[in-house]
């Protein structure tokens, strides 16, 4: 148990690092996904602390460290591959006005409204260019899918569920 609470601990300290590092790289107006590889020395911890502190849970005290920081690391991406949801913009749009008729929020949309809102983020966040009329990634956004396919793997999800 007083392994699972320091690998718990770790997290939250590499956590935040992450965001100190994140608000640092803003203000230095350099690109903040760079701070998300602090969770690669709080992952050097975390194999020295079970490595050295003899346990039975080592292995499920990594995976747990590891699970922690790809759904911090998920959570964290999500601006930047558009997380304002339909979801999230019907509910904001409680905050104007309390009670909407159907047609209230059906205007809150247009037919390619949320596509090319999308597309637009991905492009301002680096994660995809235009090269010759086509839409390519970047090497960000290459990492950007390397890290949802793996989370994908890891849950056994696709990407239309």
């Not at 911090?72 to 991406?77: C, G, I, K, P, R």
Request: hydrophobic fraction near 45%.
């Amino acid at each position: 148990m007083n392994t699972f609470v320091i690998t718990v601990g770790i997290f939250i300290l590499t956590f935040s690092a992450h965001s100190i590092v994140h608000r640092w790289m803003q203000r230095i107006r350099y690109d903040p996904l760079i701070s998300l590889t602090v969770y690669i020395p709080g992952g050097c911890v975390m194999c020295a602390y079970v490595l050295l502190r003899p346990s039975h849970y080592v292995f499920t005290s990594l995976v747990l460290y590891m699970l922690l920081a790809l759904t911090a690391s998920l959570f964290y991406l999500g601006p930047y591959l558009g997380g304002e949801t339909p979801a999230s913009m019907i509910l904001a749009s409680f905050k104007k006005k309390k009670r909407q008729t159907e047609a209230d929020l059906m205007h809150l949309f247009t037919d390619s409204g949320l596509f090319w809102k999308r597309v637009d983020d991905l492009k301002r966040s680096g994660l995809i260019e235009v090269r010759r009329a086509k839409y390519i990634t970047t090497t960000k956004g290459r990492a950007s899918i390397y890290c949802i396919s793996l989370y994908q793997r890891v849950f056994h999800r696709s990407m239309t569920e």
